[in-house]
């Protein structure tokens, strides 16, 4: 049983018994299942064995068994991973590390065939055709994906290829009393005897707008 990611990929080939595990009993497994959606449906290699019993070294057949249930792409030149509902960077010394994990017992592993398995994994994920962030509609953030045409909160999903995600949770009962207030306060008629409510609408508006991923409107806002 894996409790965390590197636990995880030192599964190897073991990991199709954690993927049956979860199978059986979803609602049971480690925070880490959740957060990088460990996908249980995908099927693990098998590492090919010698007349003498040994285990053979194959840096593409390892560098699938380190794919194997989690979500990767390779974008903007780097291996992203998919964690907490959007793909992110990490340090290329992470993905190495666990790619020794993987290979420490079953091969004794050395540091430079966890390098070599890396690179073989990029060229496995190299894609030229893929495409990011290409839902305008939808805004990451931390708790899912709002729509902003349903105006409904839908669940984070690796099929959709975000590579940012706002820093804050979607509420639809949340109110913004000391934005509001704030504005009232500073965005005034030229009398300075009341807010300026249609400039405070189009303030509002602009810092929608800059949450939109597309440009349609080739506008810039001074006050």
Same mark, same amino acid.
């Given at each position: ?11 190897? #080939? ?10 059986? +009993?979803?609602?049971?497994?480690? =925070? %880490? ?9 995908? =099927? ?5 064995? &010698? ?5 053979? /070294? ?7 068994? %380190?794919?194997?249930?989690?979500? @990767?792409?390779? /974008? ?7 964690? &907490? ?6 340090? #290329?010394?992470? !993905? *190495?590390? @666990? ?5 420490? =017992? ?5 540091? +430079? ?10 060229d496995i994920l190299h894609d030229? $055709?893929? $495409? ?15 729509? *902003?045409?349903? !105006?409904? @909160? ?16 979607? &509420? ?7 934005? $509001? =207030?704030?504005?009232? $306060?500073? @965005?005034?008629? #030229? ?5 300026? /409510? ?26």
């Amino acid at each position: 049983m894996a409790n965390n990611m590197i636990e995880f990929a030192g599964l190897g #080939e073991n990991k199709v018994a954690f993927f049956n595990k979860m199978k059986r +009993s979803p609602n049971n497994m480690p =925070k %880490f299942v959740n957060q990088y959606s460990i996908n249980p449906s995908v =099927k693990v290699p098998k590492r090919k064995i &010698d007349d003498k019993k040994k285990i053979v /070294y194959e840096p593409r057949t390892e560098a699938l068994i %380190f794919k194997a249930g989690i979500h @990767l792409i390779f /974008y903007g030149e780097q291996i992203l991973l998919y964690s &907490d509902g959007w793909y992110q960077a990490f340090n #290329e010394r992470f !993905f *190495i590390k @666990l790619i020794g994990v993987q290979i420490h =017992k079953p091969l004794r592993g050395r540091r +430079s065939q966890s390098k070599e398995i890396f690179e073989v994994l990029k060229d496995i994920l190299h894609d030229e $055709e893929i $495409e990011a962030n290409t839902e305008p509609n939808l805004i990451n953030v931390k708790n899912g994906l709002f729509n *902003i045409n349903t !105006f409904k @909160l839908e669940p984070h999903t690796p099929n959709k290829l975000f590579t940012y995600q706002i820093n804050a949770m979607y &509420d639809q009962n949340a109110k913004c009393e000391r934005f $509001e =207030k704030f504005l009232e $306060e500073v @965005l005034v008629t #030229e009398d300075k005897k009341r807010p300026d /409510y249609d400039l405070i609408r189009l303030v509002q508006q602009f810092v929608g707008y800059c949450l939109y991923i597309e440009i349609p409107f080739h506008q810039c806002l001074m006050l």
